[in-house]
C-alpha cells in the first residue's frame, strides 16, 4: 500500500537515504533547509528550518503514515569546556524542535501509523565528552516511550540509537584516513556506520514488517554498545 512520510531534514546523511529507499514505493514529503540533493528523487520539498520555522501542515496530505524526525547535532567536549548555551541549542535541535513539529502533525497521524526518531549510543552507554548531546537525545528516549504508551495502539514510535556514522554531520570526527581507521577500530565491526545501515533499519520501522513493534530504543552501532572484545 502506497504510504504518506513526511521527513524532516531528508535532504543529507541519513534523511536523505531514507529519501532515496522510500521515494519509490510511497509519497514522501521532506522538509528542510535545503532541496539540491533532492533533485531527480521523486519526492516534495517543504522548505523548513527546524530552529526557526513553523511547519507548513497546509502543505501536506489530510493523513500521514509514516514520520522521520533527522535533524540532530555533535558537540563533543569536556564538560567543564561546555557552556550553558550549548545545552540549550542542543536540547532545542534534537527535542524542543521535534516535539514542536511532532505536535503540529500529530492530528494527521493514521490508524497504524509509525514515528521514527534518533537518538544515540552515548545515552545507554556512558562515554565522555558527550555530555550535552547525550541529555538532547536521553529526552527522546524518554518522550518516545510515553508516546508509544499514550498513542498505542493507533501509532507506534521507536528510536534507533546509531554510533558514529559517516554523515555531513560527522565529516570533523572523520576528516582523514587516520581518523576513520581509529573510530573504525572501537567498533567490534571494525567499521563506522553509513546512511544507509541507520536508513534500512528506518525503513523496516516506516513498514508494515514492524507493526507489532512500539517503544524501543534499537542499538544500531557496529555492536558497540553491547559488546567489549579489546
Not at 555531513?168 to 567499521?191: A, C, F, T, V
Not at 516506516?206 to 552501532?221: A, C, E, N, R, Y
Amino acid at each position: 500500500m502506497k504510504k504518506n512520510i513526511l521527513l524532516i531534514g531528508g535532504s543529507h546523511g541519513i534523511g536523505l537515504a531514507i529519501a532515496k529507499i522510500i521515494q519509490e514505493k510511497h509519497t514522501v514529503f521532506v522538509a528542510s533547509r535545503t532541496k539540491e540533493e533532492l533533485e531527480g528523487l521523486s519526492v516534495t520539498h517543504i522548505p523548513f528550518d527546524a530552529l526557526n520555522d513553523e511547519l507548513d501542515t497546509s502543505l501536506l496530505p489530510d493523513t500521514l503514515d509514516g514520520f522521520v524526525y533527522c535533524p540532530g547535532s555533535i558537540n563533543l567536549k569536556p564538560f567543564k569546556m561546555m557552556s550553558l548555551d550549548t545545552f540549550h541549542e542542543d536540547m532545542e535541535l534534537n527535542f524542543f524542535s521535534m516535539v514542536r513539529v511532532v505536535k503540529s502533525i500529530i492530528s494527521k497521524m493514521a490508524d497504524n501509523s509509525s514515528m521514527v526518531f534518533f537518538s544515540t549510543v552515548a545515552v545507554g552507554t556512558g562515554m565522555p565528552f558527550h555530555t550535552s548531546v547525550a541529555a538532547a537525545k536521553g529526552a527522546i528516549e524518554g518522550f518516545a516511550k510515553s508516546m508509544a504508551a499514550e498513542y498505542a495502539p493507533k501509532i507506534r514510535v521507536n528510536v534507533i540509537a546509531p554510533s558514529l556514522v559517516a554523515t555531513p554531520l560527522s565529516k570533523r570526527l572523520l576528516s582523514n584516513d587516520k581518523k576513520i581507521e581509529m573510530m573504525s577500530e572501537r567498533h567490534p565491526l571494525k567499521r563506522v556506520g553509513q546512511p544507509e545501515d541507520i536508513a534500512a533499519f528506518s525503513v523496516f520501522l516506516l513498514s508494515d514488517d514492524s507493526t507489532w513493534m512500539t517503544g524501543q530504543i534499537v542499538g544500531i552501532d557496529g555492536g558497540m554498545s553491547t559488546l567489549n572484545i579489546n
